[in-house]
């Protein structure tokens, strides 16, 4: 059975940082571009960085220089370092696992709130 697991959201003041971490099973987690998407109220699910399986990395302008992807091949986990954030990072943020030869998934998602 095929999990992606997240943790690591919560509320934080705007200018604090978060890390958050997403745990596969199931999957052949090396071959999978990993990454996370952020969906905020009343918006679109949008691009928040991914990380090849080779670690080429690729974040939308907006959000280059707070946040960071990496991955553990070893322990099947992607994380995402957030910091200096601020309100309009609000969002539930989902990983997403990608691959050619596979279904694509989902994690179910975690809150991230960023409020004084």
């Known amino acids: 059975q095929v999990q992606l697991v997240e943790l690591g959201g919560g509320l934080v003041q705007p200018g604090g940082s978060l890390r958050l971490s997403c745990a596969a099973s199931?999957?052949?987690?090396?071959?999978?571009?990993m990454g996370w998407y952020r969906q905020a109220p009343g918006k679109q699910r949008e691009l928040v960085a991914t990380?090849?399986?080779?670690?080429?990395?690729n974040y939308p302008d907006s959000l280059k220089g707070r946040f960071t992807i990496s991955r553990d091949n070893v322990r099947n986990t992607v994380y995402l370092q957030m910091n200096s954030l601020k309100p309009e990072d609000t969002a539930v943020y989902y990983c997403?696992?990608?691959?050619?030869?596979?279904?694509?998934?989902w994690g179910q998602g975690i809150q991230v709130t960023v409020s004084s």
């Open positions: 199931g999957i052949i987690f090396s071959i999978y571009t």
């Open positions: 990380i090849t399986s080779g670690g080429s990395t």
């Open positions: 997403n696992a990608k691959s050619a030869l596979r279904p694509e998934r």
